[in-house]
């Protein structure tokens, strides 16, 4: 009696990685609308059920790529400031540059973090990654402004965020003037906005 050939099983290493770097990959290639995790399967090289096993659904998976992102941000922003190793305002300044640079240099996790449908994403990760990036803010605009009411502090580490968010958005849309069109503004402007009542 012949033997019936056995399916041909497909091992992945570290299958949920490979799906994050695959979908990494479409995110900044094609954009958010383009996404799908069928394709990300397709490029990871599994069959489109394979997902499944670690991401329920699309949204899932971008949540995973946009705790991940907060998680490089908090690291990029925390370099710049050490690299200054000056005053608190200084070391704000550098975050706040370091803020545009990072939004600049990667756009598709960026607007995933920040921008578009990103509200609609929820995991544990995510919570927690972005809580992390707002308290290093906070912590941040605290060391700049010394002994405040933490009602000030956040009404600062808001407008803080405010400016530097606005800036790489709109330098990110194209929609400042060429003189502007810069980082550079950063410092000055943020410590405008410590001196300001």
């Not at 019936?4 to 290639?29: F, T």
């Not at 790529?65 to 922003?77: H, K, N, T």
């Not at 968010?165 to 410092?187: E, R, Y």
Request: proline share 6%.
């Amino acid at each position: 009696m012949p033997t019936r050939k056995r399916p041909k099983s497909y091992h992945h290493g570290d299958l949920r990685e490979a799906l994050v770097v695959a979908a990494i990959a479409l995110l900044e290639e094609k954009g958010l609308a383009s996404f799908t995790l069928r394709e990300c399967a397709r490029r990871a090289g599994v069959s489109h059920a394979a997902p499944a096993h670690h991401f329920a659904t699309a949204a899932d998976l971008l949540a995973e790529i946009a705790a991940r992102g907060f998680e490089r941000f908090v690291a990029a922003l925390g370099e710049a400031a050490d690299a200054e190793n000056a005053t608190p305002v200084t070391r704000l300044a550098a975050m706040g540059q370091a803020y545009v640079a990072f939004a600049l240099a990667n756009p598709a996790i960026y607007g995933l973090m920040f921008r578009g449908s990103a509200g609609s994403l929820q995991s544990p990760h995510l919570k927690s990654a972005s809580t992390a990036a707002w308290q290093q803010l906070c912590d941040a605009v605290a060391a700049a402004l010394g002994p405040r009411r933490q009602d000030e502090v956040v009404a600062k580490a808001a407008a803080v965020w405010a400016l530097v968010h606005g800036t790489a958005t709109l330098m990110l849309d194209c929609k400042l003037p060429p003189v502007m069109n810069s980082p550079a503004q950063i410092p000055s402007s943020i410590s405008g906005l410590l001196r300001s009542s």
